[in-house]
T-cell receptor
Framework: NAGVTQTPKFQVLKTGQSMTLQCAQD?????MYWYRQDPGMGLRLIYY???????DKGEVPNGYNVSRLNKREFSLRLESAAPSQTSVYFC??????????????FGSGTQLSVL | AQTVTQSQPEMSVQEAETVTLSCTYD???????LFWYKQPPSRQMILVIR??????QNATENRFSVNFQKAAKSFSLKISDSQLGDAAMYFC????????????FGAGTILRVKS
């Protein structure tokens, strides 16, 4: 089983460039999430989608946009990359929003460097 | 807003010994979930153990157990008979039962296992 697949695994951007991080899950999960991981700060939620057709801001949404393309796919876009967005990005999914099955499944991460 | 604090940036343990990782959290809610996630060098996030706040009994999963002190808002992870494969970054995380599957993570503790 593929689980949660993120692409690309590594990316280097110049300040001001744009890019989209792709995420797809094959577990028929309703909820999907984007986190960023920074040293000394753990993982912080950028955006989430409780179900297909809905998206909401997390803790650190500034500079990002998301699209829940369908039930499987949830993309994260950086319109004008900044060095402060250098981070490791994780996509995750879960079966139900707020349900008792609280387990999140994570992708393997995208290492993004903005120069 | 909930916060999670891991006060130990790094810990070391000898193979076959026992180590305890600390975690404290702040919340005004009475019912919630707490988790420990393991992140090996592969960057994959792996759920180690979870605890439901209304359950007084401490959760255990094989060599992993927690010491949940609700009044003190403390949630430590004990790893018994440490193995080389336990070397990883460990994250403590909080999930509100009200706010769905949004996880709040601590900054993480790097665990090194010496042979």
């Amino acid at each position: 089983n593929a689980g949660v697949t993120q692409t690309p695994k590594f990316q280097v951007l110049k300040t001001g460039q744009s890019m989209t991080l792709q995420c797809a899950q094959d577990m028929n999960h309703n909820s999907m999430y984007w986190y960023r991981q920074d040293p000394g700060m753990g993982l912080r939620l950028i955006y989430y989608s409780a179900s297909e057709g809905t998206t909401d801001k997390g803790e650190v949404p500034n500079g990002y946009n998301v699209s829940r393309l369908n039930k499987r796919e949830f993309s994260l876009r950086l319109e004008s990359a900044a060095p402060s967005q250098t981070s490791v990005y994780f996509c995750a999914s879960s079966e139900v929003w707020g349900g008792t099955n609280e387990k999140l499944f994570f992708g393997s991460g995208t290492q993004l460097s903005v120069l | 807003a909930q916060t999670v604090t891991q006060s130990q940036p790094e810990m070391s343990v000898q193979e076959a010994e026992t180590v305890t990782l600390s975690c404290t959290y702040d919340t005004s809610e009475s019912d919630y979930y707490l988790f420990w996630y393991k992140q090996p060098p592969s960057r994959q996030m792996i759920l180690v153990i979870r605890q439901e706040a209304y359950k007084q009994q401490n959760a255990t999963e094989n060599r992993f157990s927690v010491n949940f002190q609700k009044a003190a808002k403390s949630f430590s992870l004990k790893i018994s008979d440490s193995q080389l494969g336990d070397a990883a970054m460990y994250f403590c995380a909080y999930r509100s039962k009200v706010w769905g599957n949004k996880l709040v993570f601590g900054a993480g503790t790097i665990l090194r296992v010496k042979s």
